[in-house]
Antibody, heavy 122, light 111 residues
Framework: EVQLVESGGGLVQPGRSLRLSCAASGFTFDDYAMHWVRQAPGKGLEWVSG????????GYADSVKGRFTISRDNAKNSLYLQMNSLRAEDTALYYC???????????????WGQGTLVTVSS | QSALTQPASVSGSPGQSITISCTGT?????????VSWYQQHPGKAPKLMIY???NRPSGVSNRFSGSKSGNTASLTISGLQAEDEADYYCSSYTSSSTYVVFGGGTKLTVL
């Protein structure tokens, strides 16, 4: 059974940093691209960032480019999101999501975690 | 404002069929077959219902189907059931710098 478990969320002041983690199990982690998708309270879904199976290809939404960094550790079956210079508009539930395609990116997400809440407020 | 346009709400009675549209541009929906649909119940994580425009993941009911014509993708749910009441989001790969865009979501009410 595929499981994705996010952690690291919390309350943080504007301008500060936070690092999210996602622990994956139930599939061959290093075969698949992985993504972060967020959802502000009461709002829709927004793709944040994605990373290929071998970290060779990385992409970011314009809204986080230059502030967030995605990474993965295939030996630990883990995905990370380093979030710097946080803003109030980054407040959201952050989901870790598995890509549908093996060894490439289908830019579609077949398994999702339950999310970790990030609140940016003074 | 979301990059893909969906109706804010649709409704139907049990047993009926409904269709949710998702309109983009030639840079996203019209240009690629990386179109997917997600179902989200309140307080739950999204669930993939359709990928690559019209493919159903294993375990998803065949009452759900997807299609695309030009810059508009559609999700059709036939034989509506009470459990289908949820929010539905479309998504597409985009050639713009942001890679993936979502629709604003459609709230489906089963009357």
């Amino acid at each position: 059974e595929v499981q994705l478990v996010e952690s690291g969320g919390g309350l943080v002041q504007p301008g500060r940093s936070l690092r999210l983690s996602c622990a994956a199990s139930g599939f061959t982690f290093d075969d698949y691209a992985m993504h972060w998708v967020r959802q502000a309270p009461g709002k829709g879904l927004e793709w944040v960032s994605g990373i290929s199976w071998n970290s060779g290809s990385i992409g970011y939404a314009d809204s986080v480019k230059g502030r967030f960094t995605i990474s993965r550790d295939n030996a630990k079956n883990s995905l990370y999101l380093q979030m710097n210079s946080l803003r109030a508009e980054d407040t959201a539930l952050y989901y870790c999501a598995k890509d549908t395609s093996r060894y490439s990116s289908g830019w579609q997400f077949d398994y999702w975690g339950q999310g970790t809440l990030v609140t940016v407020s003074s | 404002q979301s990059a893909l346009t969906q109706p804010a709400s649709v409704s139907g009675s049990p047993g009926q069929s409904i269709t949710i549209s998702c309109t983009g541009t030639s840079s996203d929906v019209g240009g690629y077959n990386y179109v997917s649909w997600y179902q989200q119940h309140p307080g739950k994580a999204p669930k993939l219902m359709i990928y690559d425009v019209s493919n159903r993941p294993s375990g998803v009911s065949n009452r759900f189907s997807g299609s695309k014509s030009g810059n508009t993708a559609s999700l059709t749910i036939s034989g509506l059931q009470a459990e289908d009441e949820a929010d539905y989001y479309c998504s597409s790969y985009t050639s713009s710098s942001t890679y993936v865009v979502f629709g604003g979501g459609t709230k489906l009410t089963v009357l």
